[in-house]
């Protein structure tokens, strides 16, 4: 249950706030993931079955969740790809691009990532502004 997994999640960063130092900060660290993971897994499923029975727009919001409430998980990458097919399917051209720059700076390396945004062109780097040339007095 949510209610249970959140009311969890606050006690374990309580206790980590409070105790530091604690003999027991690595178990409630490594709790801290897991229940984490479990929660961002939660939101995407609740997206995915938005997608799948094509509501598009709540599937976003449950997808935007997981990035923002669980930016460290497993789970964000694939909302992150799933939000990237979602903005396809609607021909979203902005949001394709941002999200795709988002994709490749923070995936590099992902190969599902550098696919699904093979077709969509990298950000132009910003030239350097050049100064102005010199004044004569």
């Given amino acids: ?28 660290e490594q709790e801290v993931r897991e229940v984490m993971e479990q929660l961002a897994k939660k939101d995407y499923d609740n997206g995915m ?47 394709i691009r941002e999200m795709c720059d988002v994709l490749r700076s923070t995936y590099p390396t992902d190969v599902e990532a550098r696919e699904a945004c093979g077709a969509v062109p990298a950000p132009e780097p910003t030239p350097s502004p050049t100064p102005p040339p010199p004044r004569n007095f």
């Fill in 1 to 28: 249950d949510k209610a249970y997994a959140d009311t969890a999640l606050a006690t374990l960063q309580t206790l980590l706030a409070v105790y530091p130092n604690s003999d027991v900060r690595d178990e409630a």
């Fill in 49 to 95: 079955y938005y997608i799948r029975i094509g509501a598009l727009e709540p599937a976003i919001v449950f997808l935007e969740d997981v990035v923002e409430r669980y930016p460290e998980t497993d789970m964000a990458r694939l909302a992150r790809l799933r939000m990237l097919e979602v903005y396809q399917r609607r021909g979203w051209a902005p949001e």
